[in-house]
């Protein structure tokens, strides 16, 4: 009793920590995850829009690539700080995770800077090599940026992966690691699905956020080339990929079903192992079921194995404590995913629909409104996605091995560093916003020279510092 | 040599090559801090802008490449230091943050007083990030990390007089550093003026990192002996080639020569750090944790060097072709020196 009593300040003094590390790595990955879908997707839409300003000699096209790549460069450098604070954070908020599990999944991370790497220094070249280097030429310098950041993604994605399904290691009776198979942590069980979806995610994501700027810009009345050809470009992109995305997810929830059946449990509210599930859209979970919403009887036993005499695991298979927290959340957060990944899929039928009539975009103004709020929506789906794959995970941060408490740091101060993070990416966010705002106003008002971008001056600096327009 | 060595090795050649690549730019960002608000500050920030401007987020990847390698490799060293060296390193994240955030935006910000903010936080923290990362050497060299998750004090571990030392060390050689970077730059621009400008700041730094230096070493002696007999014993001749090397660019500065500057200075800086490899080995925390003892299953370090072999065939070349474009100033269009009265450059498909 006097040692629980002695122990009980340390104890208190480590859990405390655990929700404000939480959160902070919530909220830092919940921002990274936009920029880096920004890294993974925009440089291929650069890249056709340059291809294609080449290839029909078009030059709205070649501006656009143009732009595209100095906004490019924008996110990827706001990208890069917050990329830099989470290989930070890996340390600094869960120095158990890292210091025990390092030498397993490390390497996917020294894979991936080789691809960042590549991306960040072809990046560079590509935007110095406008008007400098011949057409094609610069293009290609344009290709290794795709490339890498597909492959970059991929490392990353890898690494979440593996926390979801770990595997190709042996532990010693202290727990510590004995020996590593790095074939099995690379390609480990749940990469063909979850890595595939987050790339799929980039695409739609960017998509539609870039065409949702033009469609902004159309329906205040700039309805010219460039804005058709701004809105098309990137909405065609986004809209293939939707579709093949709901087919990668739909095998993604399977597999769940299969690998972490407690997770799908949490995401569906299902609070005992049975048959016959009733498939519920929204409503509130509680422990006797699901409260409101609306059921579809059989069609969550259906999903999961076609049949709707399918066996759904429960959340009552193991105790209370091994159990995500937040189950209404990640079930709405499901939801909420899965109905704007289908509402997207319409608009971008939609279109398809229009323009296989009369070669046009639809001329209802309600198209444009539609897509205007697409790229905020896709981004809510992101977010929405990210949240059940991480809170679905907890109480684990290796599932099934080590939980996410005993992963965190033992030093205090996290609740400091979470609010100044809270207010300092605040205001990154609404400055990086500002910028591009700021970019688009000089674009449509003023000449291209005059946007200078973060890979330094190709052009002299102004001589004063006063406001320049 | 085991591979474990092998691996520190790899993970030193990150570290050389951060401390020159981010060093410099860090010192730039001094530079461009206290460079005033005159006609000649300002001539001296556009200068600053377009040396660093193709190549300040590739200075900043070796600082990525260190912590993976560290993680992946020697993952229990480097959960001791991150979590007893929370503040230092915390404070130092959020320095990275505001100082690229700064100079990402600082050409884009429209309005004069958010431009004058973002300068002013990428000037600021230039100058606090690499103090603070020189607080944690100075912590690790101590021996004041011991093994374990925040197993060390939090405060003191970092915050006393030989790890302030250490943070002021930093500071100063990435100002003298990037001031001999910046004379060659200012050549390259073809602006005389300002190749003396930063002569002149480059003498001065590198006389305060020199007598920082050499109070370094009583300090060391005091407070880190493991570190001091290590320098002054296997790592000496090494400490020797670095002294001459900074004297060889003291001279060359004070006599207005400029050829040589470059090579001079940086072996001055890479001479010292494998000279500090060479005293701390085989320790990655003195005389608490040897390389042998945390390093990695042996697959993950063979995947190490491999991985490293593979960025040398693929990133340096790549990294080459754009300092060479960068130095060439083919990415700068006709080589348009900053200050100079040039319009915007006109198209040409």
Known sequence: MISLVGHLPNLFAVSSELAPARSQMAFTLGFHIILACLGVAFPALMLIANYRGLRRNDADALRLAERWSKVAAVTFAVGAVTGTVLSFEFGLLWPEFTGRFGEVFGILFAIEGIFFFTEAIFLAIYIYGWKRMSGWAHFWTGVPVVISGIGGAYSVVAVNSWMNQPGGFTLGPDGSVTSVDLWKVIFNDAVPYEVPHMILAAYIVTGFLVASVYAVGMLRGRRDRHHRLGLLIPFTVAAIAAPIQFAVGDTAARAIAEDQPVKFAAMECVQTTHRNVTEYIFGICTDDGVKGGIGIPGFDSFLVGFDTDTKVTGLDSVPPDERPPFNTLLHWCFDIMVGIGTALIALGAWLAFVWWRRRDIPSTPWFLRAVAVSGVAAVVALECGWIVTEVGRQPWVVYGVMRTEDAVTGASGVWVTFAATLALYTALGVATVLILRTMSGRWRSADEAEVEVPYGPSEPAPPITGESS | ?349
């Open chain 2, 1 to 349: 040599m085991s591979t474990a060595d092998a691996v520190a090795g790899v993970m030193w050649v990150g570290a050389t090559l951060y401390a020159v690549f981010g060093g410099a730019d860090f010192g730039a960002g001094l530079w461009a801090l206290i460079a005033g608000s005159g006609e000649r500050g300002q001539r001296a920030r556009g200068l600053v802008d377009w040396a660093i401007g193709p190549v300040w987020e590739a200075n900043h990847v070796w600082l990525i490449f260190v912590l993976v390698v560290l993680w992946t490799a020697f993952a229990v060293a480097f959960e001791s230091v991150m979590s007893t060296l929370f503040i230092p390193l915390s404070l130092a994240a959020l320095g990275i943050v505001l100082r690229g955030s700064g100079f990402a935006f600082h050409k884009l910000a429209r309005r004069g007083h958010y431009r004058r903010l973002a300068e002013r936080l990428f000037g600021l923290f230039s100058l606090l990030t690499p103090f603070f990362m020189g607080t944690v050497v100075g912590a690790i060299a101590s021996g004041r990390v011991p093994v374990g998750n925040a197993a060390g004090d939090p405060v003191t571990s970092w915050l006393n007089g030989l790890s302030i030392l250490t943070g002021a060390l930093f500071v100063a050689t990435g100002a003298y550093l990037s001031a001999v970077f910046l004379v060659s730059d200012a050549r390259r621009a073809g602006e005389e003026d300002m190749e003396r400008y930063f002569a002149t700041r480059a003498l001065v730094a590198a006389v305060g990192a020199g007598a920082i230096a050499v109070a370094g070493l009583f300090v060391y002696r005091a407070d880190a002996r493991y570190i001091y007999d290590g320098l002054t014993g296997d790592g000496l001749p090494l400490v020797i080639v670095s002294a001459l090397c900074g004297l060889g660019v003291l001279l060359l500065l004070w006599r207005g020569g400029r050829r040589g500057t470059r090579p001079l200075a940086v072996g001055a800086v890479v001479a010292v750090i494998w000279g500090w490899g060479v005293a701390q080995y085989p320790y990655l925390l003195p005389k608490s944790l040897t390389i042998s003892d945390g390093a990695a299953d042996n697959e993950t370090l063979i995947a190490v060097l491999i991985v490293f072999g593979v960025a040398l065939v693929v990133v340096v070349p790549a990294l080459a072709f754009l300092y060479t474009l960068a130095q060439r100033s083919v990415l700068e269009g006709e080589g348009r020196p900053p200050g100079q009265a040039t319009g915007s450059s006109s198209p040409t498909p």
